[in-house]
């Protein structure tokens, strides 16, 4: 465990709230902030915390402030202005974010707090909401490396890994590597099952062989039979996803990266918005496939 701090998290939505409960658990003293009054000052209420009405008041006094919130607009309103956390934070304290984002808002967010004094990590996070209640997310930074290493020790209260990528930015550009790759893998996995019930086999029985090797993944594992009954309410959902492909794709079109699956993933999304899935999980790619 590492040594107590006092920290601040900002945003205490499905991902935030359970990681800030993981943070006090671990004998960190916490102030939160959220939007939404009532969810921080029952967060506050629940684990003993301080409730704060502003960024900036609370990150007062904070060694660490954390962030986990929606977007680039987001971000900059919690961190940035004449009540964000950036105006609060002490000499020397660590802005850590964990929203999905792009790189451009990590660098920018960076060379801001090193006018201040501060340092600033990019660090999205993998594993979903099971893995933010679990404490087993896996995190992605972009950073200094001594800020880094102020900053892994209480990263450790939520993480079951967590790695510098490179520079500020580098965290943003490895989650859009995970979502890049996490789009292909579902399209794939839903024509396949697709494709099984098409060609007459019992798809369940098929994966359940198949899993065994080459083709086997994380969402061949946790979401095969949920995907075959055409439920969709259980992870990451379709609006978010495509939120982060338009990251992707936009930072593509500045690196000169070739996306070809997943600019046409994407389009398959919003097929899938235009049948009333915006909030379905990632996973109901097979629907449109599968509708009549």
Not at 84 to 97: I, L, P, R, S, T
Not at 144 to 172: H, N, T
């Given at each position: 465990m590492s040594q107590s701090a006092s920290v601040a998290f900002l945003g205490l939505g499905v991902m935030g709230y359970p990681m800030a409960g993981h943070l006090v658990r671990a004998g960190h003293k916490a102030a939160v902030y959220n939007r939404t009054v009532a969810r921080a000052e029952k967060f506050a209420a629940q684990h003993g915390a301080a409730f704060a009405p502003t960024p900036r008041e609370a990150a007062a006094g904070a060694d660490f402030v954390f962030s986990c919130v929606g977007n680039d607009d987001?971000?900059?309103?919690?961190?940035?202005?004449?009540?964000?956390?950036?105006?609060?934070?002490?000499?020397?304290?660590?802005?850590?974010?964990?929203?999905?984002?792009?790189?451009?808002?990590?660098?920018?967010?960076?060379?801001?707090?090193?006018?201040?004094?501060?340092?600033?990590?990019d660090a999205p996070i993998s594993g979903g909401q099971a893995g933010a209640e679990s404490g087993k997310l896996t995190v992605m930074c972009g950073a200094e490396p001594e800020i880094y290493a102020k900053a892994e020790p209480v990263m450790a209260a939520y993480s079951r890994a967590c790695r510098l990528m490179g520079p500020p930015?580098?965290?943003?550009?490895?989650?859009?590597?995970?979502?890049?790759?996490?789009?292909?893998?579902?399209?794939?996995?839903?024509?396949?099952?697709?494709?099984?019930?098409?060609?007459?086999?019992?798809?369940?029985?098929?994966?359940?062989?198949?899993?065994?090797?080459?083709?086997?993944?994380?969402?061949m594992e946790n979401r095969t039979r949920t995907m075959l009954a055409g439920e969709f309410e259980h992870g990451f959902a379709v609006e978010w996803m495509r939120k982060d492909l338009a990251i992707c794709l936009a930072e593509a079109r500045r690196n000169g990266a070739r996306l070809p699956v997943a600019a046409l993933v994407d389009q398959f999304y919003a097929e899938v918005e235009s049948m009333g899935g915006k909030r379905w999980d990632t996973s109901s790619l097979i629907a449109r496939l599968e509708r009549k």
């Amino acid at each position: 465990m590492s040594q107590s701090a006092s920290v601040a998290f900002l945003g205490l939505g499905v991902m935030g709230y359970p990681m800030a409960g993981h943070l006090v658990r671990a004998g960190h003293k916490a102030a939160v902030y959220n939007r939404t009054v009532a969810r921080a000052e029952k967060f506050a209420a629940q684990h003993g915390a301080a409730f704060a009405p502003t960024p900036r008041e609370a990150a007062a006094g904070a060694d660490f402030v954390f962030s986990c919130v929606g977007n680039d607009d987001d971000l900059r309103a919690v961190a940035l202005g004449p009540d964000g956390a950036f105006v609060g934070m002490k000499e020397g304290a660590v802005f850590v974010d964990h929203t999905t984002a792009s790189a451009e808002v990590a660098r920018e967010l960076y060379a801001e707090a090193g006018k201040r004094g501060l340092g600033a990590i990019d660090a999205p996070i993998s594993g979903g909401q099971a893995g933010a209640e679990s404490g087993k997310l896996t995190v992605m930074c972009g950073a200094e490396p001594e800020i880094y290493a102020k900053a892994e020790p209480v990263m450790a209260a939520y993480s079951r890994a967590c790695r510098l990528m490179g520079p500020p930015g580098s965290g943003q550009l490895a989650k859009m590597v995970n979502q890049i790759a996490i789009a292909g893998l579902i399209q794939s996995l839903s024509e396949a099952l697709h494709f099984a019930r098409s060609a007459g086999l019992d798809a369940e029985t098929v994966i359940d062989l198949i899993k065994n090797g080459a083709a086997q993944s994380w969402q061949m594992e946790n979401r095969t039979r949920t995907m075959l009954a055409g439920e969709f309410e259980h992870g990451f959902a379709v609006e978010w996803m495509r939120k982060d492909l338009a990251i992707c794709l936009a930072e593509a079109r500045r690196n000169g990266a070739r996306l070809p699956v997943a600019a046409l993933v994407d389009q398959f999304y919003a097929e899938v918005e235009s049948m009333g899935g915006k909030r379905w999980d990632t996973s109901s790619l097979i629907a449109r496939l599968e509708r009549k």
